[in-house]
């Protein structure tokens, strides 16, 4: 079982990003997946969900709502987060987390409810 982030990288302030987890050695649409970020100052925090059966798509950070989403392609096993409109902010370490959480609509923004973890890509938005 594992978790591949992608697409982080050095972007200007306004401009936008997607990034890619892929999942392999289980298959991404019976899990819920969600992406975090973590700065050095802060804990890290809850950015996006994806529900088991895509029925709910959450975004938890005030600052990101109308400007990220979160989408899945079941075909290629690979969840995304398409940012927009970033800020210096949003520079962050973003990780995917994945866990089979009940009900199938689920969702959640704390860190305990996901058993698979990626490495990480790191986002830098330059002013």
């Known amino acids: 079982v594992n978790l591949v982030e992608s697409g982080g990288g050095l972007v200007q302030a306004g401009g936008s990003l997607r990034l890619s987890c892929t999942a392999s050695g289980f298959t991404a649409d019976e899990y819920t997946v969600a992406w975090f970020r973590k700065v050095p100052t802060k804990e890290r925090e809850g950015v996006s969900c994806i529900s088991r059966d895509d029925s709910s798509t959450i975004v938890y950070l005030d600052s990101a709502k109308g400007r990220f989403t979160i989408s899945r392609d079941n075909a290629k096993n690979m969840v995304y987060l398409q940012m927009n409109s970033l800020t210096p902010d949003d520079t962050a370490l973003y990780y995917c987390?994945?866990?089979?959480?009940?009900?199938?609509?689920?969702?959640?923004?704390?860190?305990?409810?996901?058993?698979?973890w990626g490495q990480g890509t790191q986002v830098t938005v330059s002013s």
């Open positions: 987390a994945a866990g089979r959480l009940w009900p199938r609509s689920g969702c959640s923004a704390s860190q305990v409810a996901y058993d698979y």
